[in-house]
């Protein structure tokens, strides 16, 4: 039996997945709280077995060869990869590489949210590797209350990188649309989802888009269906892999020269206009944190 899952995290802030765990776990009922990464080495070693560990990666690994645990087995811990490629050295990092095959040699588990990345763990031996996608939490990036429409496109996200930036700057610049972008991590969570909302349609482009390691679904996807909203998003292979048919609420553009013809399309579109419902029900139906966790849960009872 389950007694706690604690969520160790290198570095939080109020929005990053960890937040969303944490939720999704407590709503199935499971003891947890998330903990910093002293409160980890300290725990880790005195816990007892019925205690798990669910680490969130959050940019920042964390240390598993601390002297005071570097010895113990990772049997009891799962480790969630959000961004298993550090992006400003390429592709999977050497000091990624590096964690996955410590926790695979010492008995613990790895999650990727992509599907390569999956593929690419597996392909390493790591035998005790599951593919985990990210999700939406739908009571804080909700459908309601409903709110006027003041612009056409919106996205509320970071911008850690050029790729982003610039295409984000390509919509401000077009006189003829009103895209709604608060700027770098100006909104989170509730309010983040109530810009969401106030847009007819909306707009997604993931981390270091135009690099060839953009491939990663991003988080902002699901959470703006989630929203109820329609999405012009930038096409990765993912999608094509849960999408063999593309679902009304979604157009994809592969770069910027398409996009001025797929955001035309879009709002030519009635169909895709009004299919934030649908959007909506894709999530609620199977793409929440809660679903993710179900998955996690069932792992631990193996």
């Not at 990869?81 to 790895?110: A, M, W, Y």
């Not at 096409?235 to 609420?249: H, L």
Request: aromatic content about 12%; overall charge neutral; charged content about 25%.
């Amino acid at each position: 039996m389950i007694s706690k899952i604690l969520i160790p995290v290198a570095e939080f802030h109020r929005g990053n997945t960890s937040t969303y765990v944490e939720r999704a776990l407590k709503q199935l009922g499971i003891e947890t709280r998330i903990i910093n990464e002293s409160e980890f080495i300290a725990l880790f070693k005195e816990s007892p077995k019925d205690t798990h560990f669910f680490c969130v990666d959050s940019g920042k690994p964390l240390n598993l060869k601390a002297p005071e645990i570097k010895d113990l087995s990772l049997e009891n811990l799962f480790y969630w990869f959000i961004d298993f490629r550090h992006h400003k050295h390429g592709p999977r990092s050497p000091t990624d590489v590096e964690l996955c095959q410590e926790i695979s040699n010492r008995g613990g588990r790895i999650f990727q949210s992509q599907f390569g990345d999956y593929e690419f763990s597996r392909a390493q031996g790591w035998k005790n590797s599951f593919h985990l996608p990210l999700a939406a939490d739908p009571e804080i990036w909700s459908n309601v209350p409903r709110e006027e429409k003041a612009f056409n496109l919106a996205f509320a996200g970071n911008v850690w990188d050029k790729g982003r930036a610039e295409i984000l700057q390509y919509l401000l610049n077009q006189n003829q649309l009103k895209f709604g972008f608060p700027g770098h991590g100006a909104l989170w969570m509730e309010d983040a989802a109530k810009l969401i909302r106030q847009a007819q349609v909306g707009f997604n482009v993931n981390s270091w888009y135009g690099n060839e390691h953009a491939f990663d679904l991003n988080m902002r996807f699901y959470e703006t269906l989630s929203c109820g909203a329609p999405l012009i998003t930038n096409w990765v292979t993912e999608i094509d892999r849960i999408f063999p048919v593309m679902p009304k609420f979604l157009k994809v553009y592969k770069n910027v020269e398409e996009l001025p013809k797929v955001i035309k399309s879009a709002f030519l579109d009635l169909d895709f206009l009004s299919s934030g419902d649908e959007a909506r029900k894709w999530i609620v139906e199977g793409n929440t944190y809660r679903h993710r966790m179900e998955r996690v849960l069932d792992l631990i009872n193996i």
